[in-house]
């Protein structure tokens, strides 16, 4: 992995707890979402359900699992997979926490800006 | 004629034909199968209709709207097919050879028989008026009626109803749920020959507020009109326009098939106890048969008629048909009526008792012969029904309960020492619960422990109980609950898969144990997942906030997307934006408001909303705050279109302009909606008021609706015009504004704290009883004023615009994307 790609987003209390927010950085065109749960682990996805393509973003998270709004999808946070008997899986992002600030793995012609 | 029936002495493999394939016949030839000796049969089965069996009695609900087609077939061709059975559908049978042992159907198919099964059933009796051919008459007796009615429902407006029996009234309710405007023509001064008058003219007051015209003591003169039914003519001049014109007046046994093959015929078919007809091969049940001199028309005594007949087909010589005492009710959403036996005193020995509660609407009679029940009607409250139809056949001594027997069975049985709670340990297994099926506890509570049981649906497939008219739902899914006791956790409604606790178990904790956090009420309760989940979190999130106003901090991390952004979600990830419009009022500045911000956002799509309101659809999320500051500027506040708590107040224009008008609804809405605004609720409400009893607000299909009449309010709760469309019942009528402000703050506070979550009021209606919530806001009225206290105190605390505090920077990290920082780590 080049280091170039790893990107700091920042600290992790910039996400709420039992929370997420999505990147203004996308990959590959698609939009990016960065969880923390209640015990202060992290997590990113794309932020799309693998069913309707809603912003897992919104949704609730309890445990290591986010529900989508748009029609309640459970998605596994560590692995994007969807949670029994629904089948999909959101694509998983690798992050890491140096220093107290999250940095995700982005690779350099996959990231873009939000237009 | 001596018939041996033992299975040995018939052919080893015997012919049943089968002439109908209604409910009767099916039932029968089910009977016969459940029998060793029915196994001998090679069944064949006619039915004229194109359909396979389906329940003739949900014809009404399919045309009401609340059932489909095709949830009403009771066997489906799999059923035929997997018993062996031919079924001939679309073909009559035109005639019995009974020397031949043959019959032969319309269409030349000829099949023999050993034993013939006559299940005609009957048909519409029809009125000797001119008019009958034109389209646009139909009866009100198969699939093909009901599709007509439809088809008329989408395409025209004025029906007309002739016969104000249970089938004229059933129609009625269901032509008018599909939005004709609905008139019934009845002979008497009075409706449905199986009420009483009293009831009978509470049920014409119930009706005509639902938008049923009625015109009683009408004699039908003629349907006129050139191709098509345009209008029907009474002999005493009267006339009413139609486009639809359906024949309820009754039925006749259809029985000339048995004249034309020599069966003994009075009004029916004529049948022994055993169900056979004149001719011993012959058996016959259902609505074409005469036993004993009486016909029949109701489901019960048919389902009797099928086991006997069922049995003694298999060679059972023992099985008796005798008719019990029966009892009918209505399938009219909201309208609850029963009635059996006497419906008043038949001379001056026999005693009435009746109790009357005009604004509550429930009247109740009983009628005593010899310390007998022999008789009751009941309109409004009819719970107790089944349990004084028990009384009636058990021919029990009720002298003891003599005084209290009118009040209904809770009151008797607890002043007698009984349980005030219906003990199902207690009742006796053959107390009937299911009274279409006759299904009585025993085979229930049997069914579910042998077959291990857990749910409703599998409750009815195996036993029929609450299959057919539905009405003892409620009782079945108790006996579900006590007969699978521990096994079946699944019939507890658990708050969450986290939990074996209910919503009230976790209310009354909350309350008893003074929890004041989440954490706090998982842990008292075990909770299995420390967090919780997408479903427990926002109901705890949402009693906390209800116990304790002022007090618990809500959590954003427990509220679904739309209540913590304050906005709704739509499926592209965009939000829409519908701020408050209070009672349906807005000013030029507010259109402009709107107008500019729409513009200044590029808000794609902007649309009237049904709450009387403006939508704006399309929003960013980024720019959600901006958007309020703008539209925060001219005053507009949220419409909390995203909330579980207030939505809209529907109102029409009132006495202010309306020529009809009585009283000052658009006034009288915005005063509720500044009274109730911001309040969390278990799920959304939605407010409507009417100024006058044409209800141009729609306030019968609301949470809560007001009806302005010249003498005061009516006040309406529990309507839900979404999937499961339910009219209102009617609280209370009071005189003046402010008894109504008392009231909906009561409503309010009552359905705060005792719904569950994400229970609309309509089904929480439906599960506690009008009646209850008359109890607590009518009957108490302390009660009511500290629920309506406790309601404006927690107001204090929710009349706060979300909208303002985001727009002036509350929590605007939640509507703004995570910006990359430092770039590539070292």
């Known amino acids: 992995m080049n280091a170039h790609d790893w990107k700091n987003i920042g600290p992790l209390e910039s996400i709420p707890r039992s929370g997420s927010r999505r990147l203004c950085l996308r990959q590959a065109g698609r939009p990016i979402a960065v969880f923390r749960t209640r015990d202060d682990e992290v997590f990113a996805l794309i932020d799309e359900c693998p069913h309707k393509r809603g912003p897992l973003s919104e949704g609730i998270v309890s445990g290591k699992t986010v529900t989508c709004p748009l029609h309640n999808w459970g998605i596994a946070l560590d692995s994007g997979e969807a949670v029994a008997p629904d089948e999909g899986r959101a694509g998983s992002i690798p992050l890491r926490v140096v220093d107290g600030n999250i940095h995700v793995y982005l690779p350099e012609l996959a990231a873009e800006a939000i237009a | ?229 345009e209008r029907v003519l009474l002999e005493d001049g009267r006339e009413i326009p139609a486009d639809l014109v359906v024949l309820a007046i009754g039925i006749r046994p259809r029985i000339e098939l048995a004249v034309a093959a020599g069966l003994e015929i009075n009004r029916g078919i004529v049948v022994g106890d055993d169900m056979r007809t004149s001719d011993p091969l012959i058996f016959a049940v259902g609505e074409c048969v005469e036993h004993r001199g009486q016909v029949f028309g109701l489901v019960a005594p048919i389902w009797d008629q099928a086991k006997v007949c069922g049995a003694r087909l298999a060679g059972d010589q023992a099985a008796i048909f005798a008719s019990k005492a029966l009892s009918t009710s209505l399938k009219i959403t909201g309208v609850d009526v029963f009635s059996a036996g006497a419906l008043m005193a038949a001379d001056e020995s026999d005693e009435e008792i009746t109790l009357r509660d005009e604004s509550s609407g429930v009247y109740k009679k009983i009628v005593l012969r010899d310390g007998r029940l022999v008789g009751v009607v009941l309109y409004g409250h009819v719970v107790d029904g089944q349990w004084y139809l028990k009384l009636m056949r058990d021919k029990e001594d009720v002298s003891a309960l003599r005084e209290r027997l009118v009040f209904g069975k809770a009151f008797a049985e607890a002043e007698s020492g009984g349980a005030k709670e219906v003990d199902y340990e207690a009742m006796p297994d053959d107390t009937q619960i299911c009274g279409c099926n006759g299904v009585c506890k025993g085979d229930i509570v049997k069914a579910i422990r042998t077959l291990k049981l857990t749910t409703l649906s599998e409750v009815r497939a195996h036993t029929k109980a609450s299959a057919s008219c539905g009405q003892c739902t409620g009782q079945v899914e108790q006996i579900l609950a006590y007969a699978a006791g521990v096994d079946a956790k699944a019939a507890k409604k658990t708050v969450c898969d986290c939990t074996e606790a209910d919503h009230d178990e976790v209310r009354a904790a909350i309350r008893a144990q003074q929890l004041r956090s989440m954490d706090a009420v998982r842990t008292a309760l075990a909770w299995k997942k420390p967090e919780g989940c997408h479903k427990c979190r926002p109901a705890l999130n949402y009693y906390l906030l209800c116990e304790w106003p002022g007090e618990y901090q809500d959590d954003a991390s427990s509220r679904f997307v739309n209540e913590r952004l304050h906005a709704n979600i739509q499926k592209d990830g965009t939000y829409s934006v519908v701020p408050r419009m209070w009672g349906g009022l807005t000013t030029p500045a507010e259109l402009h408001a709107i107008a500019d911000v729409a513009e200044k956002f590029h808000i794609p799509t902007v649309k009237v909303t049904g709450g009387q309101r403006i939508d704006l659809l399309g929003v960013k999320k980024e720019d959600l705050p901006a958007v309020w500051s703008d539209l925060g500027q001219a005053g507009l506040v949220s419409g909390h279109a995203y909330a579980k708590g207030l939505r809209t107040v529907k109102t029409c224009v009132g006495k202010e302009w309306c020529r009809f008008g009585t009283q000052d609804s658009t006034g009288l809405g915005v005063k509720l909606e500044k009274m109730c605004w911001g309040s969390w609720t278990p799920h959304k409400v939605k407010f409507a008021v009417s100024g006058c009893p044409r209800n141009c607000a729609e306030a019968s299909i609301k949470d809560l609706g007001v009806i302005c009449i010249d003498a005061g309010y009516d006040l309406l709760v529990g309507g839900n015009g979404g999937v499961d469309v339910r009219v209102t019942d009617l609280l209370v009528r009071v005189s003046t504004e402010d008894e109504v402000l008392q009231y909906v703050g009561a409503f309010m506070q009552l359905y705060r704290e005792e719904a569950h979550y994400m229970e609309r009021s309509a089904p929480w209606i439906a599960r506690v009883g009008i009646d209850y919530v008359r109890r607590r806001l009518v009957e108490d009225a302390g009660g009511r004023e500290q629920l309506c206290q406790r309601f404006l105190y927690s107001q204090t605390f929710a009349r706060v615009d979300p909208w303002h505090e985001r727009a002036s920077g509350a929590a605007a990290e939640a509507f703004q994307p995570l910006p990359e920082l430092a770039g590539a780590l070292a």
């Open chain 2, 1 to 229: 004629m001596y018939i041996n029936d033992d299975p040995a002495r018939l052919p080893p493999i015997a012919q049943l034909v089968v002439i109908g394939n209604g409910m009767a016949a099916m039932r029968t030839v089910e009977e016969l199968l459940k029998h060793e000796g029915g196994k001998r049969y090679r069944i064949t089965v006619f039915g004229a209709e194109p359909h396979v069996n389906y329940n003739r009695i949900m014809l009404s609900s399919v045309l009401a709207g609340d059932k489909q087609l095709d949830e009403i077939v009771l066997n489906p061709r799999e059923w035929y097919e997997e018993n062996g059975i031919r079924l001939i559908t679309g073909d009559e049978v035109t005639a019995i050879d009974r020397d031949a042992r043959t019959v032969t159907s319309a269409n030349g198919i000829c099949v023999p028989y050993d034993r013939l099964l006559i299940a005609t059933g009957s048909k519409p009796l029809a009125p000797r008026i001119p008019g009958l051919e034109l389209p646009g008459v139909c009866a009100f007796r198969d699939i093909a009626d009901v599709d007509k009615m439809l088809a008329a429902a989408r395409t025209h407006k004025h029906a007309v109803v002739i016969g104000g029996g249970l089938l004229g009234l059933e129609a009625a309710w269901g032509l008018r749920q599909r939005g004709m405007s609905v008139a019934l023509v009845h002979l008497m001064p009075t409706l449905e020959r199986q009420l009483d008058a009293a009831a009978g003219q509470l049920l014409q007051r119930d009706l005509d507020r639902r938008g049923i015209a009625f015109f009683t003591e009408g004699q039908t003169r003629e349907i006129a009109g050139v191709d098509h039914a």
